[in-house]
């Protein structure tokens, strides 16, 4: 039955509510921004000064290089004002595209650091997060379904036990175990080294070889988390007279929990998802480090590390716009999922 | 229901079984028994570079600086014996003004090319023209001009008398030493240009890089010039540099073979000990690093550290054999025998006779001990009017006596470590002291602004790398930026006029002795650094694949894996039958 007003009504609401989205997305995208340009410039220390201490630690002579650290601070623009490298920083990221040039691989482009490692953290915690997730809502779902009974009460002491254990830890465990206990599993690196990198089946299963246990560190300890919400959001959902009603008209147990408990977990669980799959692109350092992972996070670390502000910047630019974009697209998508949100919360 | 489990299972089986075949081949693409495997602890982001003369232009730790890359001569640290490779010696005029370099015959570069004094002076050229490259100023200011009288000798005109010149050729000298090819930078624009793969002239060329695993191979030269000087070709075939693992696995793998030289800042003491007793295979080799631990600088323009007392008085608060015995883990040392920095090393031991000779003099003069004495140094703040009122010591105007360490976060662990100890100490005798923790990289940051009263650290080792005294005396007027200098050198002429003096003699000059002992008499006095503990890497081989590493008993060349002259210690190596 359509709405009083029909879609005369609706199709102003939902043009207002992408609206605001859109609007609400540029403008928390700048703000991020901004706090980072200035979080990161306003550290003690810049890249150049922090080589010219790390050569004089080797050795080197370091005398007589004002000139030449003045050429860099200018080059990177750490010669002018705060403000000024701001406008610089604005207009080079959102009208050029730009990222700058790193000084950790100076005179590369940052991106040139960047893109090669972006599809092995998008690669293992992709694919970790997607596993992770969809354990913990089945299993969580499951779970709290058996609400009360032994089973229930014996997974959630061990999942609250575990879910608190931190992944390298895990990590550790599982390389110590699998790789040098009964040594089925590598103990590092994206894939193995005698093996050529391309399309070929050899490197497929390396890859796949060698991302079991970094996956397995995360889906393990995720996998918990998502299982303990979902257990809670589920035991919320069973006292609702819905699914009394669907009992007391004699549906099948598993439809039950099928139709009317995991649909209904799924709708909170997919925000909480839309933004763990974001945080995807900044990798994760420990993990990574473990592994030798060749991912973003250890890149991330290291720039940190030799304070190379455009790297840094371009990464944690490219994460705010993958969280705010997955952010933007699930709130886009609510009115499809949701119809209160389409209607305005009248009843159809 | 029960056939569906039964086939999940099987492609579950099937699966583990097809992919372990993988994990059974090695970490390394060359065959295993022709490699040695090195760690480092970089993060690996330049896969393509081997210019050395702008920021991010080679990747440190990726075996091109150990093993491509060439400096001109050497000190062989342990034994103090000096080892000419791209050249054969040097000459100076007799006012030191112009230095003849004799380049050795028969050097070439790896394409074929050779080596010659025509490469030192396009080289010296190329610096003083490009204000961008490493290397520059020195270049601009300290060489006229140079010219190349033949293939085999260079001549440099410098715009100062400098006996020492030399030592910009020596390993890690300075930017002059890391000489291009060039016929083949001729034309380039050295600010961008990659050199690489590298043309160099070391004993190994790149055989591949491996930017997913954190990796880069490095492949023997047949045709490698040192072979002659050498008397045959030896060592391994491959060499791997590669990213390390976390502490536990890392373990793993040196217990089984899988890497011969792990990084002694991370394979930590107890990582040593445990690797000991599980395989039979791992040799040590403790090695003192020529950069002692302790006071870096003071702060000399503050009210209390203005008086060389009040610096003494700090000296006398390490207990050094307890901080040298409490030193964490990772590695274990020695305490620091005198007030500069000198490591045990060969090259160094001419000077300590001469050091001893100062102490009893200080002695003598103004009873100073460089020995454990908090009641003396009680007495020393005393007699410069800070004296105690009630808990605290207050200045000679009456205000309570505060006194700033700048210390570097517990990660730096030594550091940390030993100004936890000091700021203890202090506050036994009545000095509020208080720990300014920064981020190290921002630590250089803060020795520039001045705002501290004292910042521990690791001291560089000058006269340990140069041989000679003098360079660690004398390193606060060049190796730093005058605004440094300006807070950490305390105004003294007469030790600076002997310095200046110093400057144009050397060790083996007749009466150098003496004037040493002078210049070295005045710069304790001042108490201008204080070196603590020395550290001591313990240096870990395996020898399941590879024998005659350098070890505890037989220290025949520095066991550091991640220095230059790490060649020399692969020259030596035997493969294990």
């Known amino acids: 039955v359509p709405p009083p007003g029909g879609t005369a009504i609706i199709m102003p609401r939902l043009l207002l509510w992408y609206a605001t989205r859109l609007v609400n997305y540029a403008v928390v995208f700048l703000v991020a921004f901004t706090i980072v340009f200035f979080f990161l410039r306003l550290m003690p220390g810049n890249p150049i000064d922090a080589y010219v201490e790390t050569l004089a630690q080797m050795g080197y002579r370091i005398d007589a290089m004002g000139e030449t650290v003045q050429i860099y601070k200018e080059r990177f623009g750490l010669d002018r004002s705060l403000p000024e490298q701001y406008v610089r920083t604005l207009r080079q990221v959102f009208l050029e595209f730009d990222l700058g040039i790193s000084f950790l691989s100076y005179p590369n482009q940052v991106g040139t650091l960047i893109l090669p490692r972006l599809p092995w953290s998008l690669w293992l915690l992709g694919t970790a997060t997607v596993i992770a997730w969809l354990l913990g809502i089945l299993a969580g779902t499951f779970v709290g379904w058996k609400q009360g009974t032994r089973f229930d009460s014996a997974v959630y002491a061990v999942a609250i036990a575990l879910a608190q254990v931190p992944q390298y830890l895990v990590a550790l465990l599982l390389v110590l175990f699998f790789s040098y206990g009964i040594a089925i599993f590598p103990s590092g690196g994206a894939y193995a080294a005698n093996v050529v990198r391309g399309l070929n089946l050899e490197f497929v299963l390396s890859v796949l070889h060698h991302t079991v246990l970094p996956a397995a560190s995360i889906v393990i300890v995720s996998a918990l988390f998502w299982l303990l919400t979902t257990r809670a959001l589920t035991i919320s959902i069973l006292g609702e007279d819905y699914i009394l009603f669907a009992e007391a008209k004699g549906l099948r147990k598993f439809r039950v929990l099928n139709r009317y408990i995991l649909r209904n977990t799924l709708l909170p669980q997919v925000t909480g998802f839309a933004v763990s799959l974001a945080f995807i692109v900044n990798g994760f350092f420990l993990i990574e480090w473990i592994f030798r992972y060749p991912g973003i996070g250890t890149l991330l670390v290291a720039a940190v590390g030799q304070r190379d502000f455009n790297v840094v910047q371009g990464i944690i630019i490219l994460s705010i716009f993958t969280v705010l974009t997955a952010n933007l697209i699930v709130d886009l998508l609510y009115p499809l999922i949701d119809p209160r949100i389409r209607t305005g919360g009248r009843r159809s | ?577």
């Open chain 2, 1 to 577: 229901m029960r056939l569906r489990f039964v086939l999940s299972s099987l492609v579950v089986l099937a699966f583990l079984a097809a992919t372990t075949v993988f994990a059974q081949t090695g970490g390394v693409p060359v065959p295993r028994e022709q490699t040695v495997v090195v760690d480092t602890d970089t993060t690996y982001t330049v896969f393509d570079g081997g210019n050395l003369r702008v920021p991010g232009g080679s990747q440190w730790g990726s075996g091109y600086h150990q093993l491509a890359n060439e400096w001109n001569w050497y000190f062989n640290y342990a034994t103090g014996e000096e080892i000419l490779w791209r050249i054969t010696g040097w000459d100076y005029n007799d006012d030191h003004t112009v230095l003849t370099l004799h380049v050795r015959d028969g050097v070439n570069w790896n394409d074929g090319h050779p080596f010659t004094a025509h490469d030192i002076v396009f080289h010296i050229e190329m610096l003083q023209q490009h204000p961008e490259l490493i290397g520059h100023g020195l270049a601009r200011d300290q060489i006229v001009s140079a010219r190349a009288v033949d293939d085999l000798t260079a001549e440099l005109t410098l715009a100062a008398p400098n006996p020492r010149f030399h030592q910009n050729y020596r390993m890690w000298g300075s930017a002059l030493g890391e000489i291009v090819a060039k016929h083949v930078w001729e034309g380039q624009d050295p600010t961008t240009f990659r050199n690489w793969p590298p043309v160099e002239t070391g004993p190994y060329v790149l055989h591949s890089v491996h930017q997913d695993l954190n990796m880069f191979v490095w492949e023997q030269r047949d045709d490698y010039w040192g072979w002659d000087v050498l008397g045959g070709q030896s060592g391994p075939r491959y060499v791997v540099y590669r990213m390390a693992p976390p502490a536990d696995i890392n373990l793993s793998e040196v217990v089984q073979g899988e890497v011969d030289a792990p990084l002694p800042h991370l394979f930590a003491w107890h990582l040593v000990q445990a690797a000991q007793a599980l395989s039979d295979h791992v040799v040590i080799a403790p090695f003192t690093d020529p950069n002692p631990i302790g006071i870096y600088a003071f702060n000399v323009t503050t009210e209390l550290f203005q008086h060389r007392e009040a610096r003494w008085a700090i000296a006398m608060l390490f207990d050094r054999e307890k901080l040298a015995s409490l030193y964490p883990a990772a590695e274990s040392s020695t305490p620091a025998p005198f007030p500069w920095p000198a490591p045990n090393w060969g090259v160094m031991q001419r000077f300590v006779p001469i050091a001893e000779r100062v102490m009893e003099r200080l002695e003598q003069d103004y009873d100073l001990v460089f020995e454990y004495d908090p009641q003396r140094a009680g007495e020393l703040l005393d007699s410069l009017g800070f004296v105690m009122d009630g808990r605290f010591r207050v200045t000679p105007s009456g205000e309570r006596l505060q006194v700033v360490l700048l210390s570097r976060p517990a990660t730096a662990m030594e550091e940390f470590y030993l100004t936890q100890d000091l700021v203890e100490e202090l506050r036994n005798i009545g000095v509020d002291a208080t720990i300014r923790t920064v981020d190290p990289g921002a630590h250089a940051d803060f020795l520039r602004s001045g705002d501290y009263d004292i910042a521990p650290g690791w001291i560089e080792g000058w006269s340990a790398w140069t041989g000679d005294l003098f360079t660690g005396m004398d390193n606060w007027r060049w190796a730093r930026d005058q605004v440094i200098t300006d807070w950490v050198w305390p105004v003294n002429p007469e030790r600076d006029a002997l310095l200046d003096q110093l400057s144009q003699v050397l060790p083996d000059d007749p009466g150098a002795d003496e004037l040493y002992e002078e210049a070295l008499y005045h710069f304790v006095l001042d108490m201008v650094q204080i070196p603590v503990a020395e550290k001591v890497f313990v240096q870990t081989f395996s020898n399941r694949y590879w024998t005659g590493w350098p070890t505890e008993d037989d220290m025949w060349q520095v066991p550091y894996q991640w220095w230059p002259a790490f060649k020399f210690v692969l020259f030596g190596l035997t493969p294990v039958q």
